[in-house]
C-alpha cells in the first residue's frame, strides 16, 4: 500500500508567477486536505476536498485554489504569488477523517517565492 | 475562535528518561478529537496518538500517553523511556467534530540527547 505522494519536492518561482502542486491520496481514501506550513510554524489548514467537491475552507484567498480528481489525487494551485506564500505545503488524506480517523501526511512540497 | 497552544518552544530529555510536552486549546464545542503529531527533520508528518474528547480514559500507545483533562482543555504528552529516535517536532493538534481540518499549535522542538 503507498502512502500520500506529493510532487514537486522543491520549487522556486518568483512573485507574481503560478504554481501547481501535486498529491497522491493514500490508496481508497476519499478525503484530501492541504496544509500550508511556514518556517517554525504548526501547519495551517488551506481547504479540504471529500470526493471530487470542496468541504471546508480556512482563511485563505480565492487565489489558493485546487481540485481533486476521481482517482481521488489532488492539486493546489496558487496565483499570483507573493513573497509569504513561501512555505512548505502538505497534503494528507483520510478514509475516515469525518469520525476522527487518522489523517496521512505527505514528506510536502516546499516552495520559495523570490 | 478555537485555538491550540504549546507553551514550551523546546525542550531536552536524556536518552532513557521521561518527558511531557504540553497542549492547551480552546473551543465552545463538546465533540472534538485531539492528536499529537510527529515532525521529524525528513518533514513527513506521523500520527503519535489521538483522544476522543468523549472518552474519560487517557489513550497510550506504547512508550507515549497522554494526560488529557477535559475541564481545564489540557492535553499534555508523555514520552517515556526517550529514544534517540524521539528527536523531532511535536504537535498538538485538535479537530472539531463540526469540521473537517486539523487546528496546530506551533509546536515543541524535542531533543534527545545520548
Known amino acids: 500500500e503507498t502512502g500520500v505522494t506529493q510532487s514537486p519536492t522543491h520549487l522556486i518561482k518568483t512573485r507574481g508567477q503560478q504554481v501547481t502542486l501535486r498529491c497522491s491520496s493514500q490508496?481508497?481514501?476519499?478525503?484530501v486536505s492541504w496544509y500550508q506550513q511556514a518556517l517554525g510554524q504548526g501547519p495551517q489548514f488551506i481547504f479540504q476536498y471529500y470526493r471530487e467537491e470542496e468541504n471546508g475552507r480556512g482563511n485563505f484567498p480565492p487565489r489558493f485554489s485546487g481540485l481533486q480528481f476521481p482517482n481521488y489525487s489532488s492539486e493546489l494551485n496558487v496565483n499570483a504569488l507573493e513573497l509569504d506564500d513561501s512555505a512548505l505545503y502538505l497534503c494528507?488524506?483520510?478514509?475516515?477523517w469525518g469520525r476522527g480517523g487518522e489523517l496521512f501526511f505527505g514528506e510536502g512540497s516546499r516552495l520559495t517565492v523570490l | 475562535a478555537q485555538t491550540v497552544t504549546q507553551s514550551q518552544p523546546e525542550m531536552s530529555v536524556q536518552e532513557a528518561e521521561t518527558v511531557t510536552l504540553s497542549c492547551t486549546y480552546d473551543t465552545s464545542e463538546n465533540n472534538y478529537y485531539l492528536f499529537w503529531y510527529k515532525q521529524p527533520p525528513s518533514r513527513q508528518m506521523i500520527l503519535v496518538i489521538r483522544?476522543?474528547?468523549?472518552?474519560?480514559q487517557n489513550a497510550t500507545e506504547n512508550r507515549f500517553s497522554v494526560n488529557f483533562q477535559k475541564a481545564a482543555k489540557s492535553f499534555s504528552l508523555k514520552i517515556s523511556d526517550s529514544q534517540l529516535g524521539d528527536t523531532a517536532m511535536y504537535f498538538c493538534?485538535?479537530?472539531?467534530?463540526?469540521?473537517?481540518?486539523?487546528?496546530f499549535g506551533k509546536g515543541t522542538k524535542l531533543s534527545v540527547k545520548p
Open positions: 494528507a488524506s483520510s478514509l475516515e
Open positions: 493538534a485538535f479537530k472539531p467534530g463540526s469540521q473537517g481540518n486539523l487546528i
Open positions: 490508496s481508497g481514501h476519499n478525503t
Open positions: 483522544q476522543e474528547a468523549y472518552k474519560q
